[in-house]
């Protein structure tokens, strides 16, 4: 099982731009977790997903930002006309089931650097 | 609203002393806390929870309701432990709150 894998790595958008991010879950987990972090900052939650839902996306700024968890393929986090504020780290977690195991499987992240 | 609180952004203890990382939480129901650990270069992981009350690689947490806290504590710190320590909160729906994390160094 080779984890939960991100990429891109790293990302350079210039502003306006749209980015892309996209999480492969471990396999047999079915519910995505989206984190930013910013410089300085913890971890802030972003989104909840299951298979086809979106399940909590309180932590979601109301516009430019979109997150999808297809039946197949990953789950890919959208951020429409980057701004430099946008410039994070953006964590995905997975884990195997709706019930509170109280393990997060992280990936190594995806670095967005917004010109 | 749910919160997590790591008031020590940074914390340095010399090897074999004390250490104790602090984790406030509110909320309204019955949580679930736990703590994560980010060593250089590795990926986010779990370190312990409170329901399990284990203790792993010496550290253990105890959750006080009355004071609402999960305090991360070892008794003698060791280098290895120098690393990222987050305390995470999780309630009804699944949702996981992290605090903001406080970065642990072990000084020989």
């Known amino acids: 099982n080779a984890g939960v894998m991100q990429n891109p790595r790293h990302l350079v958008r210039r502003r306006g731009q749209e980015a892309r991010l996209r999480c492969s879950p471990m396999?047999?987990?079915?519910?995505v977790y989206w984190y930013r972090q910013l410089p300085e900052e913890g971890l802030k939650f972003m989104v909840y997903?299951?298979?086809?839902?979106?399940?909590?996306e309180s932590g979601m700024p109301k516009e430019r930002f979109s997150a999808e968890f297809p039946k197949e393929g990953p789950s890919i986090l959208r951020i429409q006309q980057v701004v430099r504020g946008d410039s994070a780290a953006y964590f995905c977690a997975s884990s195997p089931r709706g019930q509170n195991t109280g393990e997060l499987f992280f990936g190594e992240g995806s670095r967005l650097t917004v010109l | 609203a749910q919160r997590v609180t790591q008031p020590e952004k940074l914390l340095s203890v010399f090897k074999g002393a004390p250490v104790e990382l602090k984790c406030n939480y509110s909320?309204?129901?019955?949580?679930?806390l736990f703590w994560y650990v980010q060593y250089s270069r590795q990926r986010l992981q779990l370190l312990l929870r409170h329901i399990s009350r284990e203790s792993i690689k010496g550290f253990t947490a105890d959750l006080n309701k009355g004071e609402t806290s999960f305090h991360l504590k070892k008794p003698f710190a060791q280098e290895e432990d120098s690393a990222m320590y987050y305390c995470a909160l999780s309630g009804t729906g699944n949702q996981f709150y992290f605090g903001t994390g406080t970065s642990l160094t072990v000084i020989p």
């Open positions: 909320y309204s129901g019955s949580p679930e």
């Open positions: 997903l299951q298979k086809e839902n979106i399940i909590d």
């Open positions: 396999k047999g987990h079915s519910h």
